[in-house]
């Protein structure tokens, strides 16, 4: 049986490498007898834009991130008020992001067997 992880990303891309370091656990995990999933929250969520570019930083390409999302079918969340928040516009489709609400958390957290904060 597969367990479910959950990697909660809760740092922006600017000046930080959370969410490339996020996305390449996540996508490492499928060696392994893991579903992982990841969870961008706070200012973490304005990864999900399409003017964010990570390559200028020397960080894993956006559309590299986007190939391996589709090819292994990984689920991308997202919170809304974190989105409003940080006013993320133009969200990139690519990512497929789940939208969630905040008061959600809870009940979303317990459908993982495990939730790492990065």
Do not use: C
Request: hydrophobic share 40%; net charge negative.
């Amino acid at each position: 049986m597969e367990k479910k992880v959950l990697f909660v990303v809760y740092q922006s891309p600017v000046g930080s490498i959370w969410v490339n370091e996020g996305f390449r656990t996540a996508f490492g995990m499928y060696g392994e007898d893991i579903e992982p999933a990841v969870l961008l929250m706070e200012s973490a969520s304005v990864a999900l834009s399409k003017n964010t570019s990570p390559e200028s930083l020397g960080l894993l390409p956006v559309k590299i991130v986007q190939r391996f999302i589709k090819r292994y079918e990984t689920p991308v969340y997202a919170i809304k008020e974190d989105i409003n928040k940080y006013n993320v516009k133009n969200i990139d489709e690519n990512f497929n992001a789940e939208i969630i609400n905040k008061d959600s958390l809870s009940d979303f957290f317990h459908k993982f067997d495990y939730v790492i904060f990065m």
